[in-house]
Nanobody, 121 residues
Framework: QVQLVESGGGLVQAGGSLRLSCAASGSIFRINAMGWYRQAPGKQRELVGVITSGGSTNYTDSVKGRFTISRDNAKNTVYLQMNGLKPEDTADYYC???????????????WGQGTQVTVSS
């Protein structure tokens, strides 16, 4: 019964910044990779960035140099710092995590409910 809850979305002007948070709770034995995805109206869901348990990161080309993903393992939380926001960043943002809920079961994929980010021109 793992739950991921995102927060920090909102409305900002182009060029502004937001920081999204995603906290995992429930039955958690270990969390491996965590990441952020987004889905804009009328578009497919796309990867924004991922971070491994060791702190290595990867980003989609459209956000490189503007977005930074980080994590706090003690808090089971992943963050997405978004700077230099553009109107095309407008989307619902979803947290994803690879979690081993019980020690004797494999890692599974878990998703948050999403948080809306709107960037005005």
């Amino acid at each position: 019964q793992v739950q991921l809850v995102e927060s920090g979305g909102g409305l900002v002007q182009a060029g502004g910044s937001l920081r999204l948070s995603c906290a995992a709770s429930g039955s958690i034995f270990r969390i491996n990779a965590m990441g952020w995805y987004r889905q804009a109206p009328g578009k497919q869901r796309e990867l924004v960035g991922v971070i491994t348990s060791g702190g290595s990161t990867n980003y989609t080309d459209s956000v490189k140099g503007r977005f930074t993903i980080s994590r706090d393992n003690a808090k089971n939380t992943v963050y997405l710092q978004m700077n230099g926001l553009k109107p095309e960043d407008t989307a619902d943002y979803y947290c994803n995590a690879q979690i081993r809920a019980v020690w004797f079961r494999p890692f599974g994929d878990y998703w948050g409910q999403g948080t809306q980010v709107t960037v005005s021109s």
